[in-house]
């Protein structure tokens, strides 16, 4: 019997389902003079700001996702900087007419950005041990609470590595404001986008992230001084998950620390006043229930073993690593004549299988339990159709006894998990599917995010918010792959959720689709100028 908890889950989740002829519950216009302000700061603190890199890590395509062949650098105050810039911070700024904003390494929903970043670091050349909140829009650390050398020496001989502690937290108020109950599925997918960014750009420092899956919420609330005085209850930040980055190295872990050391680290004094992000806010009350019941206790720490399959596919990019990530954006419109090879689109889904030692998924979140649905409109050498790619060969089984029965499975290529479903012009399917949008059909394909659901859920209700963590993941790849092969992609958080459903066939909630995401040749748009990224700290 499933318990009242995972009931009250799973109504958020019914609940937040976009149907034709209902949408989840949202403002339902712009309330622009009350959009929230997409930093946040604090008041009342030493701030450290940061340098810039000057020359972006060497290294090429291939290492955003290989650890081989890449010796690790130190852990100065330069390295870290470059390892935010590279995950958290600004990309570029937009402007059009009087309207400017800013675009970040990290993608979001509706460019919003509801997480926010905290380091865990020991004293270093040029700042002091702490805790510290990284200001993405000021390229600065806000000192929140000292960490002494006492206490880092206890931190680095539990793990038995020098590095440091990496938390992300989430706004929900961020999101809601324009999306309304459904937002709280888009802060997990940007938790998750932003762990995936975190990870890669630590690869290209010769670091390791690797999530911490021990912690509970609470304590990692502590630790990063999320329950201290301050917040606006409707503004206040919800604890995610907290990270050990070190230098690559084939050794376990742990994934937790002691009590005693928790302890010490909640119990630091901490300073700083949140910046209020909004004159007013609206109260989605079932968003702050959902969070509530996926909370997550202390656990047992677990190491997840993904295998050592080999790269299917042995892809080039005319991009380095850095060039790649700094390009990074969502498209907004393709156009419909674009196509990719049937290489690069192979190339782009076996990115997204999860493997031993190669980054993001490596950071360890959980069991790979999301699949992709395919909707192929133009792709060289392959029938346009309907597709499905398996990134758990355990699934396999299961999915194909509630799918369709007419349904071909034909595989696609030996000793790789993609399957022909059925042939035929799939194009107005998948705008259909996503909320009547036309960068689902016009792109070269575009597909769904389909989730081992309902025993997941039953058996850890926190994992309800992993489930978007990882489609978020999946999509920071993407995004990635789209640049480095020439194209590009771009989320999609609005779908009628059942209605994916049923083209597979599925009848209840043993698997549900959870993310979007289109790729094809984008459609520039003139009217808009872009700036450099930190043009507004010129003379810093």
């Known amino acids: 019997m499933p318990s009242q908890k995972n009931i009250e889950i799973i109504h958020y989740h019914e609940e937040t389902k976009h149907h034709f002829d209902r949408y989840a519950k949202s403002p339902g216009y712009m309330d622009w003079e ?69 675009l970040r390494m990290n993608p979001s929903s509706g460019n919003l950005h509801p997480s926010e970043g905290y380091l865990i670091i020991s004293q270093t050349e040029s700042i002091a041990g702490g805790v510290y909140h990284y200001n993405a829009m000021m390229h600065s650390l806000e000192l929140r609470a000292g960490v002494s050398s006492a206490l ?34 888009y802060c997990n997918h940007d938790a998750g986008h932003a762990l995936a960014a975190l990870s890669i750009a630590a690869n290209l420092f010769g670091w390791k992230v690797t999530y911490l899956n021990g912690f509970s919420d609470e304590a990692i609330e502590g630790v990063l001084g999320l329950n201290q005085e301050g917040y606006h209850p409707l503004e206040k930040e919800h604890p995610d998950l907290l990270c050990l980055v070190y230098p690559h190295q084939e050794k376990t872990i742990s994934r937790s620390l002691p009590n005693e050391i928790i302890s010490a680290l909640i119990d630091l004094p901490f300073s700083g006043n949140p910046n209020q992000l909004s004159p007013q806010k609206i109260d989605w009350e079932i968003i702050y229930k959902t969070a509530d019941l996926t909370r997550k206790a202390m656990t047992a720490e677990h190491i997840f073993n993904y295998g050592n399959r080999s790269w299917f596919t042995k892809s080039t990019s005319q991009f380095s690593a850095p060039e790649i990530i700094r390009k990074r954006r969502s498209a907004t419109s393709f156009d419909s004549n674009g196509s990719v090879t049937r290489a690069q689109f192979l190339s782009m889904l076996d990115k997204t299988i999860p493997r031993n030692t190669c980054c993001p998924f490596d950071a360890g979140l959980m069991h790979p339990s999301t699949h992709l649905i395919l909707f192929v409109h133009n792709v060289e050498d392959i029938s346009p159709g309907l597709y499905f790619f398996f990134r758990n060969d355990n699934d396999i089984n299961a999915i194909k006894q509630i799918s369709k029965p007419d349904f071909m499975w034909e595989q696609v290529e030996e000793n790789f998990p993609l399957f022909f479903l059925k042939a035929g012009n799939f194009r107005q399917d998948a705008m259909m599917v996503s909320c009547h949008q036309e960068i689902a059909g016009f792109s070269a394909f575009s597909l769904g995010m389909i989730s081992k659901f309902r025993d997941v859920v039953k058996k850890e209700p926190f994992r309800y918010r992993h489930l978007f963590w990882e489609t978020g993941m999946i999509g920071q790849v993407l995004y990635l792959e789209a640049e480095a092969h020439g194209v590009r992609g771009t989320g999609i958080g609005c779908f009628f959720d059942d209605d994916v459903h049923d083209i597979m066939g599925f009848k209840d909630n043993q698997y549900q689709s959870l993310y979007h995401f289109t790729i094809g040749v984008p459609v520039e748009d003139p009217r808009l100028t872009t700036y450099p990224p930190y043009f507004h700290l010129k003379g810093r």
């Open 34 to 102: 009350n959009q929230p302000d997409p930093f946040r700061s604090y008041e009342n603190t030493t701030v450290f700001p940061l340098p810039l890199l000057k020359e972006d890590p060497s290294v090429g395509y291939q290492n955003l996702y290989r650890r081989s062949g890449k010796s690790s650098q130190p852990f100065t105050i330069k390295n870290i900087a470059g390892f935010l810039e590279l995950s958290l911070g600004l990309s570029a700024w937009k402007a059009a007419g009087t309207s400017r904003w800013s």
């Open 152 to 185: 880092w020496h206890h931190i680095t001989s539990h793990f038995e590595t020098e590095g440091f502690l990496i938390g992300l937290s989430s706004i929900f108020w961020r999101e809601s404001w324009k999306y309304g109950e459904r937002a709280f599925r």
